[in-house]
C-alpha cells in the first residue's frame, strides 16, 4: 500500500501529516491511524483502490464545475469568481435591502466589490448563490462602550452557582437577572456566563455544560417559569405534584444533585404545560410564535427529545447511532408518522424551549437596562455530543464517527478525549455553512457577547476515531478564514462582541489573525509568567481580556493555598516526587507574584486576601480591553468549578455560591473587590487615552 497516496488523500481531506506538538517538536500522524481518522471523515483508506476512489472523490468535489451554494468575502474587497465563471460575465446582485445590482466580472473574473455588509444573492450564468460579504472586524469592545480605547469590566460565573428562594436546588435565569441588576450597579459592563447549550432532557446524570445535546438550542433546566407564567401558576403546579418538600430539600443541598433536581424541575414543567396548553392563556401567541420562528430546526430537536423519551417504548436506546433505519433519517416518514402520533410531546419540549429562551431574554434586558454596554456574554462550546440532537439533525455537517480532544503534552501525557463532536470542512462548505450559521445566530440571540471556547478550533481541530486513545488521532483543519468572515458578520448583525479561548498551543499567525478582526484572545494572570516572574502591568496585551483564572483553574485563593495539589493528591494524579516539586514552584511562584504586585502597590501583608485584592487592581491597570473578574475571586472562594482529569471524584459543575444572588454581591470582599477593579479601570483609562 502506497504511505504517497494515503499522505496525498489526508492531505486533500484537509488532515495534517506531520506537526509541531507543545514542544514544538515535529510529530508525524502513522499511516495506521490516518487510515482511521479517514474512516471517520468518509473517506475508506484501507486498501489502494480504496484511497484511488475516497481521493477521486474529493478531487471531483475540488474541481466541480458547480460553485459551492455560499462563498464569504471581506467588504470593499474582490472576490474571485474564475474557477467557475468567465471574466466579463455578466451578473445581477440582490441585496439584502431589496436592491438590484447588474453588472460584469472585471477581466480577472472577480466580482467587484459593489455588495455592502450582509448576505447578498447572486445570479449568473444560470446559477444561484449566496455571497456573505463580512466586516473588517466583529463588533468590539470599542464598539460596545462608544470608547476609542475601552478599560471596561465585568463579571465571570456559573449560571448554576447562584441561590434564589425557591430555586429546587440549583441557580436559574431569574436568579441571573437579579444578579445582572446588582452587577449593572456597580458598573460592570458584562456577565460572562457558562455554556446554557441543550442538553439530554431524559438523562439528567450527563450534566458536563461542555458536553451538550445541541448548541442550537438551550438547557430548558436553567429557566425560571415564574418569571414567564407567574408565580401563582408555579405555586399551583407545585401544589399539584406534591413536589414541595422536594424542591425545599434540594435547594438546602451543600452541592447540587443534578439527577434528583432535573427530575422535579422536569415534573413541574410538565404539570405546567398541562394547565398551559389546557386552557385559554395570554402567551399562547408568543409560544405558538416562537415555534414558528424556531422552524424545522427547533421541530427535529423536540422530535429528538421526544424519540428519547419514548425509546424504551419503542425499544430503540439512547444513541441514534443504534436506532433501526427509519429513525436515524430525521425526515423520514417514520418520524413524521411518530411526530403526529406524539404532537403534545413534542410541543412539551418546545415549551421547555421557550421558557429558557424567554428567561434568558429577560436576563439580558435587565443587564442591559441596569447600565451594561455589554450584558451577558455566552460561551460557546468545542462541539456537541455526537449521539446529540444536533448530530442527529445535521448529519451532513458533524462527525460523530470522530471525538474531539487535544493530543499529549506535558500536561497531558496520555492526550484529551473530550467526547463531543465537531463540523465537517466539507459537509459545512456542501451546505454553505448553514449548520455554523444557525449555531452563531441560536448563540448571539439572548447576549451582548460570545466567549468561544477553544478558539483554534475555528483553523485546526485534534480528532479522534471513536473507541480510540486520544493520542491516536491528527489535526483536521477548517476554512479559517471563510468562518472567520462568518463569525464577524453575525457578531456585527447582533452587534456582540467576541472572545477567544486561545489559551494552549496555538496555531502560528492565529493570534494575528484574531487581533485583525477585533476578537479577543484571553490573558490570565497564573499564566502570564516566565518561571515565576509575572509580566509587567505595561506589557500586557491589549487585543486580550485579562482574567485572574478559569473554570478549569484553581481560583486565586485556591493557588494560594496550594488546594489544587491538595486535590492531585489526593485523587493519586500524583506522586510524593512530584507533589514536593509542585509545592515548591508554586512558593517559587507565590512570590514571584508578590514581587510583580510590590513592584506596584504596598502590600500591608501578604496573606491570600490581600494578594487577592493587589491582584483585582493589578489586572485593572492592565492595557487588557475588558477585565472579566471571576465571581469566586471577588468572593475569595477556594474551590474550582472543575477539575479537569475527573468525573466522579471530584464534583465538577456542582458547586453553589453562599448566600442569596441578591445580597452577593454585598459582601465585604466583593463590594471591596468590585470597588478596586472599577477604580484601576478608571486609572487605566485615563492612562491610556
Given amino acids: 500500500m502506497s504511505n504517497e497516496q494515503l499522505e496525498m488523500l489526508a492531505a486533500e481531506a484537509g488532515l495534517s501529516v506531520d506537526w509541531k506538538d507543545a514542544n514544538a517538536r515535529p510529530q508525524r500522524v502513522s499511516p495506521d491511524v490516518l487510515r482511521k481518522v479517514l474512516a471517520g471523515l468518509g473517506y475508506p483508506a484501507e486498501d489502494d483502490e480504496q484511497i484511488a476512489e475516497s481521493l477521486s472523490q474529493l478531487q471531483d468535489q475540488s474541481l466541480s464545475a458547480t460553485p459551492p451554494p455560499l462563498l464569504t468575502v ?50 449568473i450564468d444560470g446559477q444561484h448563490l449566496t455571497i456573505a460579504v463580512a466586516p473588517k472586524t466583529a463588533y468590539t469592545v470599542a464598539m460596545a462602550t462608544d470608547v476609542n480605547v475601552p478599560r471596561t469590566w465585568g463579571l465571570t460565573l456559573q449560571l448554576y452557582y447562584l441561590r434564589r428562594e425557591g430555586d429546587g436546588g ?21 456577565i460572562a456566563i457558562s455554556p446554557v447549550h441543550a442538553m439530554f432532557s431524559n438523562d439528567s446524570e450527563q450534566f458536563s455544560p461542555y458536553s451538550p445535546s445541541s448548541r442550537l438550542f438551550l438547557n430548558a433546566l436553567y429557566a425560571a417559569p415564574g418569571a414567564i407564567l407567574g408565580e401563582q401558576a408555579v405555586r399551583a403546579a407545585i401544589e399539584q405534584t406534591g413536589l414541595a418538600n422536594e424542591l425545599k430539600r434540594l435547594q438546602a443541598l451543600p452541592l447540587i444533585d443534578w439527577p434528583a ?71 423520514s416518514d417514520a418520524i413524521d408518522e411518530f411526530a403526529a402520533k406524539h404532537s403534545e410531546q413534542i410541543g412539551f419540549h418546545a415549551f421547555a424551549q421557550w421558557l429558557i429562551a424567554r428567561g434568558l431574554e429577560r436576563a439580558q434586558t435587565a443587564a442591559r437596562t441596569s447600565g451594561m454596554s455589554i450584558g451577558l456574554i455566552g460561551d460557546l462550546a468545542v462541539g456537541a455530543d455526537g449521539s446529540g440532537s444536533q448530530a442527529w439533525s445535521r448529519q451532513d455537517e458533524l462527525l460523530s464517527a470522530l471525538t474531539v480532544g487535544a493530543p499529549p503534552d506535558i500536561l497531558n501525557r496520555s492526550g484529551q478525549s473530550w467526547g463531543i463532536s465537531a463540523f465537517s470542512p466539507t459537509g459545512l462548505k456542501r451546505n454553505g455553512f448553514r449548520a455554523f450559521i444557525e449555531m452563531l445566530r441560536a448563540n448571539f440571540a ?67 489573525k484574531l487581533s485583525s478582526r477585533g476578537i479577543l484572545g484571553m490573558r490570565v494572570l497564573l499564566f502570564e509568567q516566565d518561571n515565576a516572574r509575572f509580566k509587567p502591568i505595561i506589557k500586557w496585551s491589549d487585543d486580550a481580556l485579562a482574567t485572574t483564572s478559569t473554570h478549569d483553574l484553581p481560583t486565586l485563593t485556591g493557588w494560594l493555598t496550594e488546594l489544587d495539589i491538595d486535590w492531585n493528591k489526593t485523587l493519586g494524579h500524583i506522586d510524593d516526587d512530584t507533589e514536593r516539586n509542585w509545592r515548591q514552584n508554586r512558593e517559587r511562584e507565590r512570590q514571584g507574584l508578590l514581587t510583580a504586585l510590590r513592584e506596584n502597590y504596598a502590600l500591608q501583608n501578604d496573606d491570600a486576601s490581600a494578594i487577592i485584592d493587589a491582584s483585582v487592581r493589578y489586572l485593572g491597570h492592565t492595557r487588557a480591553p475588558l477585565v472579566l473578574l471571576p465571581i469566586e475571586d471577588a468572593l475569595g472562594i477556594e474551590e474550582q468549578a472543575n477539575f479537569p482529569g475527573t468525573v466522579d471524584s471530584h464534583p465538577n459543575w456542582r458547586r453553589r455560591l453562599p448566600g442569596d444572588t441578591a445580597a452577593l454581591l454585598d459582601d465585604a470582599n466583593a463590594a471591596r473587590r468590585l470597588e478596586i477593579l472599577a477604580a484601576a479601570r478608571q486609572q487605566a483609562a485615563e492612562r491610556d487615552q
Avoid at 446582485?93 to 438590484?100: A, I, K
Fill in 446 to 512: 439572548h447576549a451582548g457577547g460570545l466567549r468561544i471556547d477553544h478558539v483554534m478550533g475555528l483553523q485546526r481541530l485534534w480528532v479522534v476515531p471513536l473507541g480510540s486513545p486520544a493520542s491516536e488521532g491528527a489535526y483536521l483543519n477548517y476554512p479559517l478564514d471563510d468562518m472567520l468572515r462568518l463569525l464577524c458578520l453575525e457578531s456585527w448583525r447582533h452587534q456582540a462582541v467576541v472572545l477567544g479561548e486561545d489559551l494552549g498551543t496555538v496555531p502560528d499567525g492565529l493570534h494575528e
Fill in 261 to 331: 433536581a432535573a427530575a422535579a424541575k422536569w415534573k413541574l414543567y410538565r404539570a405546567l404545560y398541562a394547565s398551559f396548553i389546557g386552557a385559554s392563556h395570554p402567551l399562547h401567541e408568543d409560544f405558538n410564535s416562537f415555534r414558528h420562528a424556531g422552524g424545522e430546526a427547533l421541530e427535529n430537536h423536540c422530535r429528538f427529545e421526544a424519540l428519547r423519551d419514548e425509546s424504551q417504548a419503542l425499544g430503540i436506546g439512547g444513541n441514534w447511532h443504534e436506532w433501526p433505519q427509519q429513525f436515524k433519517n430525521p425526515r
Fill in 74 to 123: 471581506d467588504h470593499g474587497s474582490n472576490l474571485d469568481l474564475s474557477i467557475w465563471f468567465k471574466p466579463e460575465t455578466p451578473f445581477v446582485l440582490e441585496l439584502e435591502d431589496g436592491s438590484r445590482l447588474e453588472s460584469r466580472l472585471n477581466a480577472r473574473g472577480e466580482l467587484p466589490a459593489l455588495a455592502t455588509v450582509g448576505y447578498q444573492q447572486l445570479a
Fill in 170 to 190: 440549583f441557580g436559574d435565569t431569574q436568579a441571573l437577572e437579579t444578579f445582572a441588576r446588582s452587577a449593572g450597579e456597580r458598573g460592570a459592563a458584562a
